[in-house]
């Protein structure tokens, strides 16, 4: 199965499906939109979510980080002076420093993801994105800002008017994404933000005509005009879609094959112009991301 992922809702659900399939049948591509370098580090969110996840280290509580983790360096950081925007563990920063060694002895970021989740054990093939940096800027009533400015240092508080992926334009598909997506009948878009975490993947050059002749089927991270989670709702709103399922169908257009939305969504099927099938999409545990899981791999066939 192959997933696109940002860094919440959709490694909720690959919870779910690594209990169901082995790791090796999995492929995910992750959003890179929102990497930022701290402290002389590249870290990589969305990533490094996805690592943790299939390594068993994921911090569940919170839905990034590593569980139990310490923040002995982060407050010896801030002791000195040094804020750093993000708080990060210990065994979090391992991750980066690896990673940022890697990328300054030459390795790609695709090669230097596959090198951490060898190193973690892992057999699920995890792709960021693109090789090249994108960022994903926000025109707000504060001036632009970085998306992790705007979620972390101003807490999703200041109005959005307007959404950038910067460098996307350049950014090209990587080989190992054009082969996983050719080998694959079907595309799983998970309920992550239609916009921040899913968008940057989509707005690749030449990647929804990839996507064209597949199945696609796509999980709403929307229930009845609320975001499950997350700022989903303002940035759709600054797009110009409606804070709803339909609006999160409309933003996605004509690649998808198959909308899934919630038990509770009293969306009209009137209002899509794609077939909807609805069902439980609430992960709030693992036996709900299991049932989650298993009602998409039915959706396959």
Avoid at 2 to 22: A, D, H, I, R, Y
């Amino acid at each position: 199965m192959l997933f696109l992922s940002g860094g919440t809702g959709t490694p909720k659900l690959l919870q779910g499906v690594k209990t169901l399939l082995p790791q090796e049948n999995i492929t995910t591509i992750v959003n890179t939109a929102e990497d930022t370098w701290e402290s002389g580090n590249l870290v990589c969110p969305d990533i490094d979510t996805i690592l943790y996840l299939f390594s068993d280290q994921i911090d569940e509580t919170k839905w990034w980080g590593v569980k139990q983790d310490t923040f002995h360096t982060h407050n010896a950081l801030k002791k000195l002076g040094e804020r750093e925007q993000m708080m990060i563990g210990d065994t979090d920063r391992a991750s980066h420093i690896i990673r940022s060694n890697l990328i300054r002895a030459g390795k790609n970021l695709t090669e230097a993801t596959q090198i951490l989740a060898r190193q973690m054990h892992i057999k699920a093939n995890i792709l960021p994105m693109s090789n090249d940096s994108v960022a994903t800027t926000l025109h707000t009533d504060k001036g632009w800002l970085h998306f992790q400015d705007f979620w972390i240092t101003e807490k999703g508080l200041p109005h959005i008017e307007q959404v950038q992926i910067k460098g996307i334009e350049r950014a090209k598909i990587t080989e190992d994404i054009r082969n996983a997506i050719e080998s694959e009948d079907t595309i799983i878009i998970g309920p992550g933000n239609p916009v921040t975490s899913i968008g940057p993947i989509l707005k690749l050059r030449g990647m929804k005509t990839l996507l064209k002749d597949k199945k696609v089927i796509a999980i709403s991270p929307i229930i009845n005009n609320k975001p499950v989670s997350g700022p989903a709702g303002k940035l759709l709103s600054a797009e110009g879609y409606s804070v709803s399922s339909a609006g999160v169908a409309e933003y996605y257009g004509d690649i998808l094959s198959l909308f899934v939305i919630d038990k509770q969504d009293n969306t009209s099927p009137e209002d899509f112009d794609v077939p909807v099938i609805k069902t439980d999409t609430m992960m709030t545990s693992i036996k709900k991301s299991t049932g989650l899981a298993k009602k998409i791999i039915e959706l396959q066939a």
